[in-house]
């Protein structure tokens, strides 16, 4: 059984990796013929079972794919304004932009899906609560997020979310129809509302307050950028969410508190046995815990597994922890198919399956102190191995202090602080939550340290092949001490810890034009160096850039060029310099408020025309602005231009200039020619003069946009100028980034919604 389990999950992956959707009869075909063949061949029929299940499963993800994707919105609806009424489900989440709310459709045009997700830019979040009903005019675009190497998918979020279109709200064409909606969803999540603010209340300007009502919820806007460095650094992150940790020790205090209690009474016992009253109590807490945390991939696995282990124990029937794990695994994928596409949910079931593989066989056996001690030690090395390889490969990093950091936390956060706070969400006084907020304060000051000291193993994304001889490494690693061949697989990690990547040879260089909505940011790589020309705005370039830096090895840059000092080039810089070292700031002077804290200020360095410097032999030069100034006050006049040759062709980024400062450089006979041309000012119409595009001749011209933006760059005359001169347009916004390798040999491009396409990523 447990076999099958894992094929049918096995399908359930494939088809999650598939760059368009299979029809659904193959898969039903091959799951009927291999069960028909393993009625009648008993010799082959475990083999028979495994591929009937795998075809199953990729059937059964491709039909609730199929769904899924039908009830997104659909083209002819995008951006046209239309009238809705419905129900603000969930907590409204404050962000720089206004609030953003998931919104449960009731009435509509046809067409407009059952959940939206909205963006308001008129209102505080304050303004909005869950359980509303509101009539609104809104403006609705189809799920789409930005591509790039090591960044997080947003748009298998979305679809995973359920969430039919992304949006915003007319400023004026609202009404608010019901404040009090009676659905049990919007009385779950009023509750919730009211536990949050009744810890905000209780702990008025308490550093930690929106951690403990984390922990109580689930709900983690109210955690600081510098307070998830914090956790990221010292690899604690889990803690602070609600976990299968914090579940399971829910369920096992209820069900403690019951069965003690059940047992007091005699008359109770008679009717139902204090072990049944425990067990049901454990899985009602759990299951309470769960919703009320918004029932996250690791609370529905503690869930589950509990729920199964609860029958198996009231049925008096003896399951193994393995078949538990994989009954509550299986369950899992079968209710949410895109759960696989979670880091979450590979994270939790991998490495509780880690620790559980390294305690097989030690149960059940009467241990004194030092026993104890040992098995949570190993627990501790099972989890930490068991969730390397994972790390590495998502997010290409690993707190070498974690192991310290979570054998201080694990105890104090997971069993102590939260039941405190679980109680004190409930206390009159208040006095419960204090306590609770000193103790997970004085936790965080011990560990800070540890975060200061930044012990990280960082490095290039390994390929994904290499998941498979690591993961039978950690399985070999966790096996019972004197079990043979444990040194020797330590050989089976090194292609993940180092992994090999082709080594640029000289004369090469490669520019990687990044995705990041409507903004900026290329990265550009000679064999030795490295230079990143604007880091885009704060919310996508700040949110993807550090990441692809990571994925491309990029440690250190030895040149930040921040062409001029608008927000969508230079919003996300503060997160660059605060996630990679960074030799020197070349342009816009950034202001001290952007700088992060802690962290040494780089030397700066205007750029002005005349600047040439040689890396690798590849030439950098920079063509503007003819004075430097102070370039403050987003003055896209002053923009940097800098044009990158070697033996392989040449690469032109001129910012945000217009036709004027175009028209100096074509009128200065500097040599404006490149191969490939970053659209000036994302191709806006006040930029891409006839004449510039002449001089500069590309045969490839790129803009960087975002997705249905409201400025409608680029513009489609000049798109269409560009391609009458003989270029061809890539997009950011339909194409993803897109790698630029100059090697003597030809120019070669890579776009990465090509490279990393999914069935998702339908066009519109």
């Given at each position: 059984?447990?076999?099958?389990?894992?094929?049918?999950?096995?399908?359930?992956?494939?088809?999650?990796?598939?760059?368009?959707?299979?029809?659904?009869?193959?898969?039903?075909?091959?799951?009927?013929?291999?069960?028909?063949?393993?009625?009648?061949?008993?010799?082959?029929?475990?083999?028979?079972?495994?591929?009937?299940?795998?075809?199953?499963?990729?059937?059964?993800?491709?039909?609730?794919?199929?769904?899924?994707?039908?009830?997104?919105?659909?083209?002819?609806?995008?951006?046209?304004?239309?009238?809705?009424?419905?129900?603000?489900?969930?907590?409204?989440?404050?962000?720089?932009?206004?609030?953003?709310?998931?919104?449960?459709?009731?009435?509509?045009?046809?067409?407009?899906?059952?959940?939206?997700?909205?963006?308001?830019?008129?209102?505080?979040?304050?303004?909005?609560?869950?359980?509303?009903?509101?009539?609104?005019?809104?403006?609705?675009?189809?799920?789409?997020?930005?591509?790039?190497?090591?960044?997080?998918?947003?748009?298998?979020?979305?679809?995973?979310?359920?969430?039919?279109?992304?949006?915003?709200?007319?400023?004026?064409?609202?009404?608010?129809?019901?404040?009090?909606?009676?659905?049990?969803?919007?009385?779950?999540?009023?509750?919730?509302?009211?536990?949050?603010?009744?810890?905000?209340?209780?702990?008025?300007?308490?550093?930690?307050?929106?951690?403990?009502?984390?922990?109580?919820?689930?709900?983690?806007?109210?955690?600081?950028?510098?307070?998830?460095?914090?956790?990221?650094?010292?690899?604690?992150?889990?803690?602070?969410?609600?976990?299968?940790?914090?579940?399971?020790?829910?369920?096992?205090?209820?069900?403690?508190?019951?069965?003690?209690?059940?047992?007091?009474?005699?008359?109770?016992?008679?009717?139902?046995?204090?072990?049944?009253?425990?067990?049901?109590?454990?899985?009602?807490?759990?299951?309470?815990?769960?919703?009320?945390?918004?029932?996250?991939?690791?609370?529905?696995?503690?869930?589950?597994?509990?729920?199964?282990?609860?029958?198996?124990?009231?049925?008096?029937?003896?399951?193994?922890?393995?078949?538990?794990?994989?009954?509550?695994?299986?369950?899992?994928?079968?209710?949410?198919?895109?759960?696989?596409?979670?880091?979450?949910?590979?994270?939790?079931?991998?490495?509780?399956?880690?620790?559980?593989?390294?305690?097989?066989?030690?149960?059940?056996?009467?241990?004194?102190?030092?026993?104890?001690?040992?098995?949570?030690?190993?627990?501790?090395?099972?989890?930490?191995?068991?969730?390397?390889?994972?790390?590495?490969?998502?997010?290409?990093?690993?707190?070498?202090?974690?192991?310290?950091?979570?054998?201080?936390?694990?105890?104090?956060?997971?069993?102590?602080?939260?039941?405190?706070?679980?109680?004190?969400a409930l206390d009159p006084t208040g006095l419960l939550l204090q306590l609770?907020?000193?103790?997970?304060?004085?936790?965080?000051?011990?560990?800070?340290?540890?975060?200061?000291?930044?012990?990280?193993?960082?490095?290039?994304?390994?390929?994904?092949?290499?998941?498979?001889?690591?993961?039978?490494?950690?399985?070999?690693?966790?096996?019972?001490?004197?079990?043979?061949?444990?040194?020797?697989?330590?050989?089976?990690?090194?292609?993940?810890?180092?992994?090999?990547?082709?080594?640029?040879?000289?004369?090469?260089?490669?520019?990687?034009?990044?995705?990041?909505?409507?903004?900026?940011?290329?990265?550009?790589?000679?064999?030795?160096?490295?230079?990143?020309?604007?880091?885009?705005?704060?919310?996508?370039?700040?949110?993807?850039?550090?990441?692809?830096?990571?994925?491309?090895?990029?440690?250190?840059?030895?040149?930040?060029?921040?062409?001029?000092?608008?927000?969508?080039?230079?919003?996300?810089?503060?997160?660059?310099?605060?996630?990679?070292?960074?030799?020197?700031?070349?342009?816009?002077?950034?202001?001290?408020?952007?700088?992060?804290?802690?962290?040494?200020?780089?030397?700066?360095?205007?750029?002005?025309?005349?600047?040439?410097?040689?890396?690798?032999?590849?030439?950098?030069?920079?063509?503007?602005?003819?004075?430097?100034?102070?370039?403050?006050?987003?003055?896209?006049?002053?923009?940097?231009?800098?044009?990158?040759?070697?033996?392989?062709?040449?690469?032109?980024?001129?910012?945000?200039?217009?036709?004027?400062?175009?028209?100096?450089?074509?009128?200065?006979?500097?040599?404006?020619?490149?191969?490939?041309l970053v659209i000036p000012h994302h191709g806006s119409d006040t930029a891409?003069?006839?004449?510039?595009?002449?001089?500069?001749?590309?045969?490839?011209?790129?803009?960087?946009?975002?997705?249905?933006?409201?400025?409608?760059?680029?513009?489609?005359?000049?798109?269409?100028?560009?391609?009458?001169?003989?270029?061809?347009?890539?997009?950011?916004?339909?194409?993803?980034?897109?790698?630029?390798?100059?090697?003597?040999?030809?120019?070669?491009?890579?776009?990465?919604?090509?490279?990393?396409?999914?069935?998702?990523?339908?066009?519109?």
């Amino acid at each position: 059984m447990r076999l099958v389990i894992i094929a049918f999950v096995a399908g359930v992956v494939w088809l999650q990796f598939q760059a368009a959707l299979p029809p659904l009869w193959p898969g039903l075909l091959l799951a009927a013929v291999a069960a028909a063949w393993a009625w009648r061949q008993p010799r082959w029929r475990i083999g028979l079972c495994l591929l009937a299940a795998l075809g199953l499963g990729a059937s059964y993800a491709t039909w609730r794919a199929d769904i899924r994707l039908a009830q997104q919105l659909p083209s002819s609806l995008e951006l046209k304004p239309l009238q809705i009424e419905g129900v603000v489900a969930g907590l409204p989440q404050p962000s720089q932009y206004g609030p953003r709310l998931r919104f449960a459709v009731e009435q509509a045009p046809p067409g407009v899906p059952a959940l939206l997700l909205l963006n308001d830019y008129a209102r505080p979040a304050q303004d909005w609560h869950a359980g509303e009903r509101w009539r609104l005019t809104v403006r609705l675009k189809r799920p789409h997020g930005s591509l790039n190497p090591g960044s997080f998918d947003y748009q298998a979020w979305l679809l995973g979310e359920g969430i039919g279109a992304t949006g915003s709200i007319a400023k004026r064409s609202r009404s608010l129809l019901d404040a009090h909606d009676q659905g049990p969803g919007s009385l779950l999540h009023r509750s919730r509302a009211w536990l949050a603010q009744r810890i905000q209340q209780q702990l008025p300007e308490q550093p930690f307050a929106g951690v403990i009502v984390a922990l109580v919820i689930g709900e983690q806007s109210g955690i600081s950028q510098d307070q998830w460095r914090l956790f990221r650094q010292t690899g604690i992150t889990h803690l602070v969410s609600i976990s299968g940790l914090h579940v399971t020790l829910v369920a096992g205090l209820l069900g403690a508190a019951v069965g003690w209690l059940w047992r007091r009474s005699a008359r109770l016992t008679l009717q139902l046995p204090a072990r049944k009253a425990a067990l049901i109590a454990a899985v009602a807490g759990a299951l309470a815990y769960s919703v009320l945390a918004g029932f996250s991939v690791p609370t529905q696995r503690t869930l589950y597994m509990l729920v199964v282990a609860a029958i198996a124990l009231a049925s008096h029937r003896a399951l193994s922890i393995s078949t538990i794990w994989t009954l509550a695994l299986g369950t899992t994928v079968l209710l949410d198919p895109w759960a696989v596409l979670s880091a979450g949910f590979w994270l939790s079931y991998l490495t509780v399956g880690a620790m559980l593989w390294a305690l097989s066989g030690r149960h059940g056996h009467s241990q004194g102190w030092r026993q104890r001690l040992l098995q949570w030690g190993t627990v501790q090395w099972a989890a930490t191995l068991g969730s390397l390889p994972l790390l590495l490969l998502l997010f290409q990093q690993l707190p070498l202090a974690s192991p310290l950091a979570n054998a201080i936390a694990i105890p104090l956060i997971s069993s102590v602080v939260t039941p405190l706070a679980l109680l004190g969400a409930l206390d009159p006084t208040g006095l419960l939550l204090q306590l609770a907020h000193w103790l997970l304060t004085q936790t965080l000051w011990l560990i800070s340290p540890l975060a200061e000291s930044r012990l990280q193993w960082t490095q290039a994304a390994p390929a994904g092949w290499l998941i498979l001889p690591a993961a039978l490494a950690t399985a070999l690693l966790l096996l019972p001490r004197g079990a043979p061949g444990k040194p020797a697989c330590c050989a089976l990690l090194l292609p993940l810890l180092l992994p090999l990547h082709q080594a640029m040879p000289q004369g090469h260089f490669r520019a990687t034009v990044y995705d990041v909505g409507q903004g900026l940011a290329v990265l550009v790589e000679t064999p030795r160096h490295a230079l990143l020309f604007d880091t885009g705005p704060e919310g996508g370039g700040g949110r993807t850039v550090p990441s692809a830096l990571r994925a491309s090895g990029i440690k250190t840059l030895d040149a930040l060029v921040l062409s001029h000092n608008d927000g969508d080039h230079t919003g996300g810089a503060a997160l660059v310099l605060q996630e990679v070292g960074v030799n020197r700031i070349v342009g816009t002077a950034l202001a001290a408020n952007k700088l992060p804290a802690g962290r040494p200020i780089p030397p700066h360095l205007p750029c002005r025309a005349g600047q040439q410097w040689v890396w690798d032999g590849i030439r950098f030069a920079m063509l503007h602005p003819q004075t430097a100034g102070s370039m403050v006050g987003g003055d896209n006049a002053s923009s940097c231009v800098l044009r990158i040759s070697g033996p392989g062709g040449s690469l032109l980024l001129p910012g945000d200039i217009g036709m004027k400062e175009e028209a100096l450089l074509v009128g200065q006979a500097q040599d404006l020619t490149a191969d490939v041309l970053v659209i000036p000012h994302h191709g806006s119409d006040t930029a891409s003069s006839p004449a510039f595009i002449d001089a500069v001749s590309p045969r490839l011209a790129i803009a960087t946009a975002g997705y249905r933006n409201h400025f409608r760059h680029p513009r489609p005359a000049v798109v269409a100028r560009y391609q009458a001169a003989g270029a061809k347009v890539l997009r950011s916004d339909v194409d993803g980034a897109v790698r630029l390798d100059f090697a003597p040999n030809g120019l070669a491009v890579s776009r990465w919604r090509e490279i990393k396409r999914r069935y998702w990523h339908r066009p519109g």
